[in-house]
Structures are given as structure tokens and as C-alpha cells.
């Protein structure tokens, strides 16, 4: 069921980007920005876990997954430390994207010759 | 060509959706789910978890539950319908409130997870067959429990 | 061409002509979202595959396979990328290859790649993260605001 779920969830995400390309007319880092943030926005009002739980990687496998890991990782850290946590804390929680996508991106220049 | 295999492609994912919708309506029939009673002659006995078991399989929601326990703990690991996974932290409360109620002197740890479920199926296999000594119980237990609180 | 017959047209004929292009542009839209949901729902399809085959075979709990999961993902990424077929699967589905985490690693390899030309510090390293930039930037920063209100509430409304 929740490979179903997965499916569905996830294309629902990507629908409301492109709703985002070819309604609103927004560029892809617009679009990627906006949905980052309202992954925020949904973890601050604990709409995003329960979204996970039913969905599993139809939500964490969206970009939006990233501002929720954002908001875990700050909310973790200043239980424990008070507020400057909320500062120190944010990428206890997620770096799997972005060092990923670095230590890939540089791999991939050296293996790959760049297409006209 | 391309649309060829577009069209092929929508047919099998909608085949899958068919599929997938198909069996979960035959896995969970309004009866009651089947729960293993654990009978191990080392160390502590799986009464306790038997027990909450039983108390917990009498849950329509809980479609299937595993359990061990020591002389002080107990984790149990559960399944539950899938459209409840929309309230997962209120099902964890609601069913670790019910086993607590029942055995207020052990310390409960409850989990949705699918890999703590896994892992507390494996034990259980093991202390039927008598293969595992208290002690490494004991180990088992604090590893399942570290397992289960770990974030990244 | 199409502007020239508009004018020699009869007026009723004129306003069916404004109401059918008005009309035909939703289309391309409502194709492009159902290409979209296909796509991006693969891809998530294989995430949760590779979610799930981390859970049974490694140490990973439901928590915490969600890492390997996404570096995996990457790294398939950075092979559709190398060759060239993301580009191509992007014409295709739009935002489906965006959104989900392969778009946004598609977006730093694909950047590093093009720039190997100009040196590997500043044309690999200067421009991998044009459009990762304001991702991560507005991310973190949304996330912090997000944060702050709600350890604040927390430690006034006690809720």
C-alpha cells in the first residue's frame, strides 16, 4: 500500500510544481524555493510527519521533504540547547541532499565530458 | 514509438494500483489477526508480552504486533491499517497507553517502524526455538531500543 | 498567418477565434501535470523501493533510511546526468524531474559538468550551486523562521 501511496503523493507534489512552471510562470528555482519553504511551513504547523508516515518516500523523496528536515533538525537542537539551537541545529537532522549532490557533482565533472 | 511505451507504461502502473488495492483488501478481513504466543524456557518469561499481544491484536486498527520483554521492559513492535498512518504518533500513545495500563510496572516502548518490527520478529523466532540466553536478551532488548530512538 | 485571417473575419467569428485560443492553451497544462504526476511518482516509486530494500537489508529503521535513500538517488542521478538522459526525461515530464531530490542533484552535477572548461575551482566549484543556491539559502532561512515562532510559542503558550 505504501508503495501506492508513494506514487501517488509524490506525482501529487510534482503536479502543484508544474502547476507552479505553467500557471504562475515561475522558473525551476522559484518553483524548487517555494516548495522548500512550504515544506517548512508544513513541518512548523506537524502537517509534513504525518504526510511521511502514510506516504513514506512520496514525501521524503520530494525537494519539499528538505525544509521539513530543516525545521526537525533546528526544533531537535533547541530542545536540548534553548533558542540559539533553532540556529545551530539545522543540519544535524539532513546533509544526505546536499553533500550528495556535491560529492556527485564533482565526481561527475571529472568522469563525465560536458554535452554541446 | 515513444508513446508506445507511454501507453504500456500506464497500463502497468494501473495493473500495479489494481493489484496492490486487490490485496490489501484480502490481508485485512474484519477477523482477528493471528499473534504468536512465545513460550521460552531460558531466562524471563514471554508471558507478559503474550499478554499484550492479545490486548493489543483487539484493536481494529493493528493488523499485526510483535513483543518481547525482559524482567522491567517490554518493546513491541506493531502494524496498523495504512489509512491510520495519517495519525501515527496518536495510535503510538493510544496502544502504549493500553499495554501500560495493563502492566504498569514494565517500561513500554511501542513502535510503528517496520525494521523494529523486523528486528523484534527475529528475536522472537529465536527465544521459541530456545536459542537465545538471557543476557543476550537483555543485549537484544537495548539494541532494539537504541534502534528505535536514532534520528539520522 | 493566423492574425491576418483574424482580421477578414466576420466579428462573431473574430470573438470564436479569442475564445478558442483562450480555450486551447489549457491543454498543454493539463498534459503536462498528468506527465508530471507520472514522472515524479516513478521516481518516488523507486525511492520508496529503495527505502525499502535499505530496511530489510541493512540497519536502517524507517527513521533513518531516508539518507542512504536519498544518496542513492543522487548518484542514479549523476548517471542519467552524465549521459545525458535526465536532460532528456526533463523536456519530457518538466516538473516531474524537477521536484523531486534527483532534480535538485541534477541541477549541481549537470552545472558541474557544463563548467569543467573553465577549472575545476571556479567553473566546477563556482557554479555547481546556481540554482542549489537559493534552495538551500531560503530553505534554511524559512526554517529557521519556522523555528523560532515555534520554540517561542512553545516556551510561552506551553503547548
Known amino acids: ?116 | 514509438m515513444l508513446k508506445r511505451y507511454f501507453i504500456l507504461y500506464i497500463l502497468i502502473l494501473s495493473l500495479l494500483a489494481a493489484c496492490s488495492n486487490e490485496l490489501s483488501r484480502e490481508q485485512s478481513p474484519s477477523q482477528d489477526i493471528e499473534v504468536k504466543h512465545i513460550s521460552s524456557n531460558q531466562g524471563s518469561s514471554q508471558e507478559p508480552s503474550n499478554q499484550a499481544k492479545d490486548i493489543l491484536s483487539k484493536n481494529e486498527d493493528v493488523t499485526a504486533v510483535k513483543a518481547i520483554n525482559n524482567k522491567d521492559r517490554m518493546i513491541i513492535g506493531v502494524k496498523v491499517k495504512h489509512h491510520k498512518r495519517f495519525n501515527l504518533e496518536k495510535m503510538k500513545k493510544k496502544l502504549t497507553k493500553k499495554v501500560e495500563e495493563s502492566f504498569p510496572d514494565y517500561k513500554i516502548e511501542l513502535s510503528t517502524d517496520k525494521k523494529i518490527y523486523l528486528e523484534i520478529e527475529k528475536i522472537e523466532e529465536k527465544l521459541q526455538s530456545n536459542d537465545l540466553k538471557s543476557k543476550e536478551l537483555e543485549k537484544e532488548i537495548d539494541r532494539i531500543s537504541k534502534l528505535s530512538k536514532e534520528q539520522t | 498567418m493566423a492574425n491576418n485571417k483574424k482580421k477578414n473575419l466576420p466579428p462573431q467569428a473574430q470573438e470564436y477565434q479569442a475564445f478558442q485560443s483562450k480555450r486551447e492553451v489549457k491543454r498543454p497544462i493539463f498534459k503536462n501535470c498528468l506527465k508530471a504526476f507520472l514522472i515524479g511518482g516513478t521516481i518516488c516509486l523507486i525511492g520508496q523501493c529503495i527505502s525499502t530494500f535499505y530496511i530489510y537489508y541493512f540497519n536502517f529503521t524507517e527513521q533513518t533510511a531516508g539518507n542512504p535513500t536519498t544518496a542513492t538517488l543522487i548518484f542514479l542521478t549523476m548517471l542519467l546526468t552524465g549521459f545525458g538522459i535526465y536532460d532528456r526525461l526533463g523536456q519530457f515530464a518538466g516538473a516531474g524531474s524537477a521536484v523531486p531530490v534527483t532534480g535538485f542533484g541534477n541541477a549541481v552535477i549537470s552545472a558541474a559538468i557544463e563548467h569543467r572548461t573553465e577549472g575545476f575551482i571556479l567553473g566546477v566549484g563556482g557554479n555547481m550551486l546556481k540554482l542549489a543556491g537559493p534552495v538551500i539559502v531560503y530553505g534554511v532561512f524559512s526554517a529557521f523562521i519556522v523555528a523560532l515562532i515555534k520554540t517561542i510559542l512553545l516556551k510561552w503558550g506551553g503547548f
Open chain 1, 1 to 116: 500500500m505504501i508503495f501506492f501511496w508513494a506514487f501517488v503523493i509524490g506525482g501529487l507534489i510534482c503536479v502543484i510544481g508544474q502547476i507552479m512552471f505553467d500557471v504562475f510562470k515561475l522558473s525551476p528555482a522559484h518553483t524548487l524555493t517555494s516548495l522548500v519553504v512550504l515544506g517548512s511551513l508544513l513541518d512548523g504547523l506537524g502537517l509534513y510527519e504525518p504526510l511521511i508516515d502514510f506516504a513514506g518516500a512520496g514525501a521524503t523523496v520530494p525537494i519539499t521533504s528538505f525544509g521539513n528536515s530543516l525545521v526537525h533538525g533546528a526544533m531537535l537542537e533547541a530542545e536540548k540547547h534553548g533558542i540559539i539551537g533553532v540556529v545551530t541545529g539545522m543540519f544535524e537532522v539532513t546533509s544526505a541532499g546536499i553533500s550528495a549532490a556535491i560529492v556527485f557533482g564533482v565526481i561527475g565533472a571529472i568522469l563525465f565530458k560536458p554535452k554541446g
